[in-house]
């Protein structure tokens, strides 16, 4: 198929100009390739989690082991998608002061290092269940290419 920008043109969704390593709180929501439902069930109105979805769970929790500037907050795991308030409380100075323009270098994750690192993590992880604990496979990706996010100028509590 012939290239066309119209059809083939990837749009960014996030903010233009927006710096996603500054420090506030990102309320982002992840979902399955083609919506499938691979991480438990809703019964009467509660979220039942499966393997995979307490998997989910423990991977966003330990996220701040890799990411110590990084805070994890209320999180809510459904059947095809994640959504979490994911803190950036700011990375802590390294390397020697500049003493000619006074500065350090700040060595700080954005929220799509983040986000890219639970989306690997869980997809190895994932991956693993199919093999060894014959969790429900999927074709492809385990989710979607993007994600959505709201950023807010609050700061950590």
């Known amino acids: 198929m012939k290239y066309?920008?119209?059809?083939?043109y990837r749009r960014s969704i996030r903010l233009k100009d927006y710096d996603?390593?500054?420090?506030?709180a990102y309320f982002v929501t992840i979902c399955t390739q083609e919506r499938r439902c691979l991480f438990g069930e809703i019964h009467e109105g509660e979220m039942l989690l499966n393997a995979p979805g307490t998997m989910l769970v423990n991977t966003l929790e330990r996220l701040n082991q890799r990411f110590p500037e990084v805070k994890i907050d209320a999180h809510a795991v459904m059947p095809n998608h994640i959504h979490g308030i994911i803190w950036l409380?700011?990375?802590p100075l390294v390397g020697a002061l500049d003493h000619d323009i006074g500065?350090?270098?700040?060595?700080?994750?954005?929220?799509?290092?983040?986000?890219?690192?639970?989306?690997s993590i869980t997809t190895d992880e994932y991956?693993?269940?199919?093999k060894i604990l014959e969790w429900a496979p999927f074709s492809g990706r385990l989710w979607q290419r993007n994600y959505y996010e709201h950023a807010s100028a609050m700061k950590n509590p």
């Open 103 to 119: 500065s350090t270098t700040r060595v700080a994750p954005t929220l799509g290092d983040v986000v890219g690192a639970f989306k």
């Open 127 to 130: 991956i693993q269940g199919v």
């Open 89 to 91: 409380v700011g990375a």
């Open 20 to 24: 996603y390593s500054q420090e506030g």
């Open 4 to 8: 066309d920008r119209d059809r083939h």
